[in-house]
């Protein structure tokens, strides 16, 4: 990729129609967020080079904490240098209120491997199956659950009701999402599962809900926009989080230019929700317009869709069918969810317009029914 990421790169020197990765508000090229870098590079330096222990608490790094919490309407935040941390440093604070952990059989790897820091022993669930979940439930035994909030791979929402409707019976249990994908797109704020679920206020300190404790990370690397790890909640829970890794007094804190971006980029979310109701009119049209041309496309809120168009094969010629037409769908062979024979993730962004979206469709309707 020879440019910044947006609904047209350029890749070794052509420029594509675009649908891949994960800026899904369209915020990591917004002029204001690069200005927002350079003068907090400028005024910085790359990092203070220190932990946030010390002297290395910038007030750069506190605004960032202090705008996720105003987007996420909690008390605080914890930011950090990396969202694919952020499940480790979360199932460190949540382990001890765990006897058991399981896992989502297809959840991301940072999830998977977030288990093993439990320090407990770690069960494997079918994905998405509440059923096979209940199954494997001792009464008596705290479950710790973890799950993608929404797949990386494919879109697919984590059934957070169904999970809750089991976990009840074995309380106090706690469910954990990685909200990596789900946060800045879903919600009426934006702050991701949990909220258009309607069960925001139990998140990450709030009372449990029907006794089952509710638990979110995220990334500011995606949707929001700007870069690195984030755990907001109630001010107790998020000092909590903070003292059970060492990413506050062991490691270098979110790049100064990464941070200026990412406050910006917060901001500029907060005050423009209509990016996010562009995305949705976006993910609607993409969806239904897959569907018409029968491929699996299921009607989730989510800007990511996951469509498995025959063998690896047959998918890898459509991907350069589009590529040799001008649009990038990437052909995505293996990753967490993806399948035996991988699949076509399709990404759409707010600042696609339908235009964009059609020739995108017309294309694929050029290759799947000749
Ligand atoms: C579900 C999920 N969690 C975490 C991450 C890692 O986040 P970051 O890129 O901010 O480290 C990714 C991918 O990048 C992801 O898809």
């Known amino acids: 990729m020879e440019s910044a990421p947006g609904p047209e790169i350029v890749v070794d020197g052509v420029r594509y129609l675009y649908f891949g990765g994960t800026s899904y508000l369209g915020l990591h090229a917004h002029p204001g967020v690069i200005e927002a870098g350079c003068d907090a590079l400028r005024r910085f330096g790359v990092h203070s080079a220190t932990s946030r222990q010390g002297f290395g608490n910038t007030p750069l790094l506190m605004d960032v904490e202090r705008s996720a919490a105003a987007f996420f309407g909690m008390e605080s935040a914890f930011y950090f240098s990396s969202g694919y941390a952020a499940n480790h440093i979360a199932v460190q604070a949540l382990a001890s209120g765990a006897d058991k952990v399981f896992v989502d059989a297809e959840a991301h790897y940072c999830v998977q491997e977030a288990a093993c820091l439990a320090r407990k022993p770690v069960l494997t669930f079918k994905h998405r199956d509440a059923a096979d979940l209940r199954a494997m439930l001792t009464k008596g035994e705290r479950a710790l659950v973890l799950s993608d909030g929404v797949t990386p791979a494919n879109g697919h929402i984590a059934p957070v009701r169904d999970y809750i409707d089991v976990l009840r019976d074995f309380s106090p249990s706690t469910l954990h999402l990685d909200d990596a994908h789900g946060v800045g797109v879903l919600g009426p704020y934006g702050r991701g599962v949990f909220e258009e679920c309607g069960l925001w206020e139990h998140v990450n300190g709030g009372p449990p809900f029907q006794n ?110 589009l590529r040799a037409r001008g649009i990038l769908a990437p052909y995505v062979p293996s990753y967490s969810g993806t399948g035996p024979e991988g699949l076509i993730r399709i990404a759409v962004c707010s600042e696609h317009s339908f235009e964009m979206i059609d020739r995108l469709l017309a294309a694929l309707r050029e290759i799947l029914h000749p």
Request: proline share 6%; charged share 25%; hydrophobic share 40%.
């Open 212 to 321: 089952v404790a509710l638990s979110v990370c995220a990334t500011l690397a995606k949707a929001l926009g700007g870069f690195g790890g984030i755990i907001p909640g109630a001010a107790e829970f998020v000092e909590r989080t903070r003292r059970h890794s060492h990413y506050f007094d062991g490691a270098s804190a979110p790049a100064s230019p990464v941070a200026g971006c990412s406050l910006e980029a917060l901001a500029i979310c907060r005050r423009e929700p209509e990016r996010r109701d562009r995305l949705r009119r976006n993910v609607q049209r993409l969806r239904a317009g897959l569907r018409a041309l029968g491929a699996p496309a299921t009607d989730e809120p989510t800007p990511n869709v996951g469509v498995v168009l025959g063998d690896a094969g047959s998918m890898r010629r459509a991907h350069e069918e």
